[in-house]
């Protein structure tokens, strides 16, 4: 789980590398976690920070509707989302307030 974590970060940092030429190195967004690219998972960052969360854009419902629930669940115990400013059982309620009928098994 520790190598999957790493890849979310390189693969993060990659997206903002930039070649000599201006042009990105390399097209991390479509990548894909769980299922779904990092621009979806990004697109559902604002509903998974505490306080008190806005509700989850219609992106990032669209997004999840195909993202695996229980590779999404692999992460529920990361110690890298409290460092992107993610909580982890915020992020667990995102599908239920999008009316997903795939709810994370976790």
């Known amino acids: 789980m520790k190598h999957a974590l790493l890849l979310v970060v390189v693969l993060v940092v990659l997206n903002f590398v930039i070649d000599s030429n201006g042009a990105k190195a390399t097209k991390v ?13 990004m697109e559902c960052k604002p509903a998974a920070v505490a306080p008190n969360p806005p509700p989850p854009t219609q992106a990032c419902c669209s997004g999840l509707s195909h993202g695996d ?7 529920k115990h990361s110690p890298l989302l409290p460092s992107f ?20 098994p976790c």
């Not at 967004?29 to 998972?41: P, S």
């Open 69 to 75: 629930m229980g590779c999404l669940c692999s992460y």
């Open 29 to 41: 967004d479509d990548a894909k976690i769980c299922n779904m690219t990092v621009a979806e998972l």
């Open 85 to 104: 400013g993610i909580n982890p059982t915020i992020a667990l309620q995102i599908p239920a307030k999008c009316a997903l009928p795939n709810k994370p």
